[in-house]
Structure formats: structure tokens, C-alpha cells
């Protein structure tokens, strides 16, 4: 089973602001990995696919990297609606999700 | 524009079955595998089954085998999920999503709740 650990657990920060969102790998995926915004009481959005790939109708502002076990989400600037739970997911092997990190004001 | 709509949440006793609904509109669903993911209260998300597009083959979390079934309806777009002798560690939010290897539709989920 591959475990996926996210870091931080919980991010604070203001409006305009850089995140920087972690998600490392027990072992490799290649670059199997996906990123997804969750509110509650919405659909999770998936937000990048293939570690570096925006999904449709994902603004500009967010951005994925890295491979094999080391991966980053980037929101360049948050904005008010970005504050959520973000999960990464790899089906490299079966299908595991991270703990999940928290953006906060 | 694809849709997932989940139904047939509710409280269910300790050991009790229930079977999870989801109506999927705005593309082939016979051609895509579907998955079913969940959340419990204060926990992270967790995949529980997908199923093959023809329904032909079915996977699951190891941990959930032999109590939960996944199953389709391509003549009705429709996805389901019986659960069995369910335990109130099964309590979550349940998501049907369209499974290309990421998630790439999801629906907004039905709760389930086990409790007596």
C-alpha cells in the first residue's frame, strides 16, 4: 500500500498570499498523482491530474509539480473562495488518498 | 454538463444493510469505470470500490471485501453500492465519481450514519 503524507496539516494564510502544499509518497508514482479542492457539503474538484496537468476550468493560479515522491500543489495567490481541504491521490498502486491539508484564514 | 446525483443515504442500525444510488447524466456512462469514495466526520477521503464499464470486474479496499458490493446499470446511467453488516465506522459521506484513474466528476455525496 502506498501511503501518501501531506504537510502541512493545516496552512493559515491571508488573501493574496502564496500556498505551498506538500504531498510525499511512501515509494515511487511516477507521476500518477492528482490534487483535489474539498468544501464541505460540495463535490470534491479535481484540480490537477498527472502531477502537472490543470483540469478544465481550473484558474491559472494553481499549479502542481514533482514526481516519483515529492509533490507540490502552488496556489500563487490565494483568493477568498481557495480557503478548503486540499487531498492528493495516486493510482499508481491501487488508490490512496493524503490526510488531506487544511487552508486557513 | 456531467451529473452525479447520490441517493438512498440514511440511519441504519448497527449490522443493518443499505444500498447507495448514483444517477449519472451528461455522458456515456457505459464507457467510463465509476468509483465510489467516501468521507467519515473529521476524517480524510478514502476510496471504497470502481467497477469496469461493462461492469464485467469489480475492486475494492481491502478492508471492505465481502461486505460491500459494487454494482451498474448502463441501461439506467446508474451506479449502485449495497453495504452489508455495516459497523459505525462506516459512517461517511459517500461520493460516486467518474474514475479515469483521477476523479474527474464527482457527485455531492449521501450521508450514511450507523448508529443504534
Known amino acids: 500500500e502506498i501511503v501518501l503524507t501531506q504537510s502541512p496539516a493545516t496552512l493559515s494564510l491571508s488573501p493574496g498570499e502564496r500556498a505551498t502544499l506538500s504531498c510525499r509518497a511512501s515509494q515511487s508514482v511516477s507521476s500518477n498523482l492528482a490534487w483535489y479542492q474539498y468544501k464541505p457539503g460540495q463535490a470534491p474538484r479535481l484540480l490537477i491530474f498527472d502531477a502537472s496537468n490543470r483540469a478544465t476550468g481550473i484558474p491559472a493560479r494553481f499549479s502542481g509539480s514533482g514526481s516519483g515522491t515529492d509533490f507540490t500543489l502552488t496556489i500563487s495567490s490565494v483568493e477568498p473562495e481557495d480557503f478548503a481541504v486540499y487531498y492528493c491521490q495516486q493510482r499508481s498502486n491501487w488508490c490512496s488518498f493524503g490526510q488531506g491539508t487544511k487552508l486557513d484564514i | 454538463e456531467v451529473q452525479l446525483v447520490e441517493s438512498g443515504g440514511g440511519l441504519v442500525q448497527p449490522g443493518g444493510s443499505l444500498r447507495l444510488s448514483c444517477a449519472a447524466s451528461g455522458f456515456t456512462f457505459s464507457s467510463y469505470y465509476m468509483s465510489w469514495v467516501r468521507q467519515a466526520p473529521g476524517k480524510g477521503l478514502e476510496w471504497v470500490a470502481n467497477i469496469k464499464p461493462d461492469g464485467s470486474e469489480e475492486y475494492y479496499v481491502d478492508s471492505l471485501k465481502g461486505r460491500f458490493t459494487i454494482s451498474r446499470d448502463n441501461a439506467k446511467n446508474s451506479l449502485y453500492l449495497e453495504m452489508n453488516s455495516l459497523r459505525a465506522e462506516d459512517t461517511a459521506v459517500y461520493h460516486c465519481?467518474?474514475?479515469?484513474?483521477?476523479?474527474?466528476?464527482w457527485g455531492q455525496g449521501t450521508l450514511v450514519t450507523v448508529s443504534s
Open positions: 465519481a467518474r474514475d479515469v484513474t483521477h476523479f474527474d466528476h
